[in-house]
């Protein structure tokens, strides 16, 4: 009888578009199977009168909401970004329904496995919705990696 070799499971991991925290420097995680597509460009909508204040985006003939992850934690984003990228997410809700989002970033997206050594994070500094995390750890160089809970933010717009 043979078995399959275990393998790692691959992540993105992104740098926020935010100044160090207490000397940290901010990651947004994400498991590489919520990537569906990554874009330079986004059709911009005009806010729904249901949420008026959520940005949304035409991806092929779905409306999907555009997400800030540092605006949506209270962080200062860092104004000096000449342009933005996206990455339409998906991700099943506790229920096991599929929902979609666009997540905006503006620094390279660093796809690796998921085997590296790290310390599970006493504290993020965000300043809202921390609720909205699913885990945090450190790595060496003073990274902190957060793992949003995307149906969590979805779930509250």
């Given at each position: 009888?043979?078995?399959?070799?275990?393998?790692?499971?691959?992540?993105?991991?992104?740098?926020?578009?935010?100044?160090p925290i207490d000397g940290w420097n901010i990651y947004w995680l994400i498991s590489k199977r919520q990537v569906e597509y990554i874009l330079t460009d986004i059709a911009k909508l005009p806010p729904s009168a249901e949420h008026p204040h959520?940005?949304?985006?035409?991806?092929?003939?779905?409306?999907?909401p555009v997400v800030s992850l540092e605006k949506h934690f209270g962080l200062e984003e860092s104004t000096s970004v000449s342009s933005y990228r996206y990455i339409v997410t998906k991700s099943p809700t506790p229920e096991g329904k599929l929902v979609k989002a666009i997540l905006r970033f503006s620094h390279p997206i660093r796809v690796r496995k998921l085997?590296?050594?790290?310390?599970?994070?006493?504290?993020?500094?965000?300043?809202?919705?921390?609720?909205?995390?699913?885990?945090?750890?450190?790595?060496?160089?003073?990274?902190?990696?957060?793992?949003?809970?995307?149906?969590?933010?979805?779930?509250?717009?």
């Open positions: 009888m043979s078995t399959l070799p275990q393998t790692s499971p691959e992540v993105a991991m992104i740098m926020a578009n935010t100044p959520l940005e949304r985006a035409q991806y092929q003939e779905e409306m999907l085997n590296f050594n790290s310390v599970t994070a006493q504290h993020t500094g965000l300043r809202e919705n921390a609720a909205h995390i699913l885990g945090a750890f450190t790595l060496p160089d003073n990274q902190l990696v957060i793992i949003p809970d995307i149906p969590g933010i979805l779930q509250r717009s």
